[in-house]
């Protein structure tokens, strides 16, 4: 059973690009979770999907952040417009349900420049 | 507003020494605390959790005990091993709620051999 998979592994981008994170759940998974570690920080939330459904976007930037769990395909973190701030790791974990414990991917290091 | 806290930025400790890591939480509705282990370029590994019914887990090595009264949860591993080094975070949750999870700033483990 393959576990948490995002990509790209790392991520590089000039100021004003945008960036896409991909995520793709554990089997079986179909809650996934959004967070953000800046460095020298510990994870901060930032987006609850399930699949179709936005269920908690209470850690989430009001502007030029999106995110999305469509029925087919992965979750995707839309990042518009970066500035050298957004440059962080960005970890996708997922769970087969609300309670369970979360299981994290290898994360996406975004560099903007 | 840190909710949960890790004072220890890092730790050392002899190999075949027993390991203890702390963690100190301020928002009294959470029912629900983890324990997670991250190397570096990697996501976080799930360890171990309590619920706030409980006292004390233990999964071989690795025992959490939850003192309620004093909000403070720490983790023991004994006897710690070279492989244990690395970044161990805290996190909590609300039952009931969406399921996000809110980390401590993690503590950094080396075992020395």
């Known amino acids: 059973n393959a576990g948490v998979m995002q990509n790209p592994r790392h991520l590089v981008r000039r100021r004003g690009q945008e960036a896409r994170l991909r995520c793709s759940p554990m089997k079986g998974h179909s809650h996934v979770y959004w967070y953000r570690q800046l460095p020298e920080e510990g994870l901060k939330f930032m987006v609850y999907l399930q699949k179709e459904n936005i269920i908690d976007e209470s850690g989430m930037p009001k502007e030029r952040f999106s995110a999305e769990f469509p029925k087919e395909g992965p979750s995707i973190l839309r990042i518009q417009q970066v500035v050298r701030g957004d440059s962080a790791a960005y970890f996708c974990?997922?769970?087969?349900?609300?309670?369970?414990?979360?299981?994290f991917g290898p994360g996406t290091r975004l560099l903007v420049l | 507003d840190q909710q949960v806290k890790q004072n220890s930025p890092s730790l050392s400790v002899q190999e075949g020494r027993i390991s203890i890591l702390n963690c100190d939480y301020t928002?009294?509705?959470?029912?629900?605390f983890l324990w997670y282990k991250k190397y570096p370029a990697e996501g976080p590994t799930f360890l171990i959790s309590i619920s706030s019914i409980k006292d004390k887990n233990e999964d071989g090595r690795f025992t959490v005990f939850l003192n309620k009264s004093a909000k403070h949860l720490s983790l023991h591993i004994v006897p710690s091993q070279p492989g244990d080094s690395a970044v161990y975070f805290c996190?909590?949750?609300?039952?009931?709620?969406?399921?996000?999870?809110?980390f401590g700033q993690g503590t950094t483990l080396q075992v020395k051999p």
């Open positions: 928002n009294s509705m959470f029912d629900y």
């Open positions: 974990a997922s769970s087969p349900d609300q309670q369970e414990t979360q299981y």
């Open positions: 996190a909590a949750l609300v039952s009931g709620n969406t399921g996000k999870l809110i």
